[in-house]
């Protein structure tokens, strides 16, 4: 059954520097989510990506964030600056098109650290 | 209380009992979605139930959902030591095509064998 895939499965950065964290969404959706969980907390939305540009991004996601689709397949997610704070778990979702088909699946997650 | 609200907030039960867990929302929704969490592990999607059902059932799984009463419920029949995770409802708005999740806080589901 298709998944969604990230990598790395965790990431240890030093604060200031940065970071790109990768998904493959599946192969056939066409909308792409970054989300993020700090631990125990609620995951919260952060951006919402469709036909090439960001369709909603949350105040969390700032000038320091970005999103990418440079090819075919891959979405990315890169903070520029890592801060403290963004020590959290990202995941990346994806959900096909069409009114029928809602369901958003996720990958298994990049847990970043920032030191 | 925000938008998805959990409860409880943990449940613990012996193998083989039935759980429910509920949640409860604010604003109006287009869908809502359960989603489990093994510990540190990512989202499994469970179910979706749209906001003109009522009621869906997948394997063990029944969701039912109350639009007037903004509140959602996930009984899991039968439990087994393996459905031991986090529990989350999830809601989206009509956006579009563009709907992003709204999560709850979750509950916390231990399995005793």
């Known amino acids: 059954e298709p998944e969604v895939t990230q990598t790395p499965s965790h990431q240890v950065t030093q604060m200031g520097q940065e970071v790109i964290l990768r998904c493959v969404p599946i192969s056939n959706h066409l909308y792409f989510y970054w989300y993020r969980q700090i631990l125990g907390q609620k995951v919260e939305f952060l951006v919402s990506f469709y036909n090439n540009e960001i369709s909603e991004k949350s105040e969390i996601f700032d000038d320091q964030f970005s999103v990418e689709r440079p090819d075919g397949s891959n979405f990315t997610l890169k903070i520029r600056s890592t801060k403290l704070e963004d020590s959290a778990m990202y995941f990346c979702a994806s959900r096909g098109a069409g009114n029928v088909k809602y369901e958003q699946y996720f990958g298994p997650g990049t847990r970043l650290t920032v030191t | 209380s925000q938008q998805g609200e959990e409860d409880p907030q943990a449940l613990s039960i012996q193998e083989g009992e039935n759980a429910t867990m509920n949640c409860s929302y604010k604003?109006?929704?287009?869908?809502l979605q359960w989603y489990r969490q093994n510990s540190g592990r990512g989202l499994v999607h469970l179910i979706l139930i749209r906001s003109n059902e009522r009621e869906k059932h997948s394997g063990r799984l029944r969701v039912t959902l109350d639009t007037s009463k903004k509140s959602s419920s996930l009984l899991i029949t039968a439990s087994r030591a393996a459905d031991t995770a986090s529990y989350f409802c999830a809601t989206d708005a009509p956006n579009f095509g563009n709907e992003k999740l709204t999560f709850g806080t979750g509950t916390r589901l231990t399995i005793i064998p």
């Open positions: 604003t109006s929704i287009n869908n």
